[in-house]
C-alpha cells in the first residue's frame, strides 16, 4: 500500500487523481494531455497497488489548489487555483435553476456555494419552504464534506450543463410588459384595456398601474424637481400642445419650473385643435419620462406605487 505522500512523483499523483475521480471526471477538468501521457497514467493506476486514503486526500487537495506536478504544467505559466465550479459564469439565471433542479440537497448546497449573494437569493426564492431550510442547514455544514466529493459534484453539473440549451434571453410577460404594450396604444383605447383589466382583474390591474404611466400621472405625482428636469427636456412647442384643455393651476406649475429663459418664450396654444395633435404631445412626454426611468432618474413603480416621496 502506498503511504508516503512524499515519495509520489508527478505521475503518481495524476494517476491516484484519476482513479478517484474516474478517467472521464479527470480529464474534462485537466486539460491538454496528450494521448501518450495518457497511457502512461493508464499504465501507473495498474502498477501502483493500493492506496491509503490520507495520501488520496492530499493528491486531491494538492489538484484543488492547483500545484499539480510540474511534468503536467508549464512551469513558466503562472496559474492560480484550478476552480472546478468555473463554468457556472457561464450560465445565466434560467439555466442555473434548470441545472440545480430534481438535485438532492447536498448537491444545491454545493453548488449554491459557488454562486454569489444575489444568485443564491435567485435560486432559493424558486424553492419550496421545506426544500429552502434544507439547503440553508446543508449550507452551513458544508465544511464537513469531503474535497473528493465537492469535485464529483463540480464534474457531474459540467455534464449535466452540457446538455442545457444555449443561452436565450426572453420575457415571461407580467405587469410591466402588459403596461408597455398598453403604453403603444392611443389614448382612448389605453383607457378602454385599463378599465377592462381593472374590471376583470382589479389586484392585476394594481400590479399594472404602477407601470402605466399617463401624462395625468405626471402631473399628479411627479414631485418638482423630476417635473422640472423632464419638462426641460422636452421642446416648448409640445409642452404647449400637451397643456391644452389642462387646468390653468397645472400648467402654471409647469411654466414655474422651467427655466426663466423658456418661461419667457411660453405661448400657449390658441383655439381648437385635434384631439389628436394633443394627446400625440402628451405620448411624446411620456416616452421622455420613460427614457428618464431607464437612466436611472427615478423608480416608476414607487411614484405610482403610492410610496412616500421626498423631493
Do not use: C, W
Not at 510540474?70 to 459564469?89: L, M, N, S
Not at 455534464?159 to 420575457?171: N, T
Not at 400590479?207 to 402605466?212: A, D, G, P, Q, S
Not at 397643456?243 to 419650473?257: A, C, L, P
Amino acid at each position: 500500500m502506498i503511504t508516503d505522500y512524499n515519495r509520489l512523483s508527478g505521475l503518481h499523483k495524476v494517476a491516484i487523481l484519476f482513479s478517484v475521480l474516474g478517467e472521464s471526471l479527470a480529464m474534462s477538468l485537466i486539460k491538454g494531455l496528450t494521448r501518450t501521457e495518457v497511457r502512461k497514467i493508464r499504465a501507473t493506476i495498474r502498477e501502483m497497488g493500493t492506496v491509503s486514503f490520507s495520501v488520496k486526500r492530499r493528491v486531491m487537495e494538492e489538484f484543488y489548489f492547483g500545484f499539480l506536478s510540474e511534468q503536467f504544467q508549464d512551469p513558466e505559466k503562472e496559474e492560480g487555483p484550478i476552480k472546478p465550479f468555473e463554468y457556472f459564469t457561464e450560465l445565466n439565471d434560467e439555466q442555473i435553476i434548470a441545472l440545480l433542479a430534481n438535485e438532492d440537497v447536498p448537491v444545491i448546497a454545493i453548488a449554491m456555494a459557488q454562486l454569489p449573494a444575489e444568485k443564491r437569493m435567485m435560486v432559493l426564492d424558486r424553492m419550496k419552504p421545506d426544500q429552502k431550510g434544507a439547503v440553508l442547514i446543508e449550507l452551513g455544514s458544508l465544511q464537513d464534506v469531503p474535497l473528493e466529493a465537492v469535485v464529483e459534484v463540480a464534474g457531474k453539473l459540467r455534464e449535466k450543463a452540457s446538455y442545457l440549451p444555449k443561452s436565450v434571453e426572453f420575457s415571461r410577460g407580467g405587469a410591466k410588459e402588459i403596461a408597455d404594450l398598453i403604453g403603444e396604444m392611443g389614448t382612448d383605447e389605453a383607457e378602454r384595456y385599463m378599465q377592462t383589466l381593472q374590471n376583470e382583474d382589479p389586484e392585476l390591474f394594481k400590479e399594472v398601474k404602477m407601470f402605466f404611466l399617463t401624462f395625468d400621472d405626471i402631473l399628479a405625482v411627479f414631485p418638482d424637481g423630476t417635473l422640472r428636469d423632464l419638462m426641460n427636456s422636452v421642446e416648448l412647442d409640445a409642452i404647449a400642445m400637451a397643456v391644452k384643455g389642462v387646468e390653468q393651476e397645472q400648467v402654471d406649475r409647469i411654466i414655474s419650473n422651467l427655466p426663466q429663459k423658456k418661461q419667457a418664450m411660453f405661448e400657449p396654444v390658441e383655439g381648437a385643435v385635434a384631439k389628436r395633435e394633443v394627446d400625440e404631445a402628451r405620448k411624446a412626454i411620456v416616452t421622455q419620462a420613460k427614457q428618464m426611468e431607464k437612466d436611472g432618474a427615478f423608480n416608476l413603480a414607487d411614484m405610482l406605487g403610492g410610496g412616500d416621496m421626498i423631493e
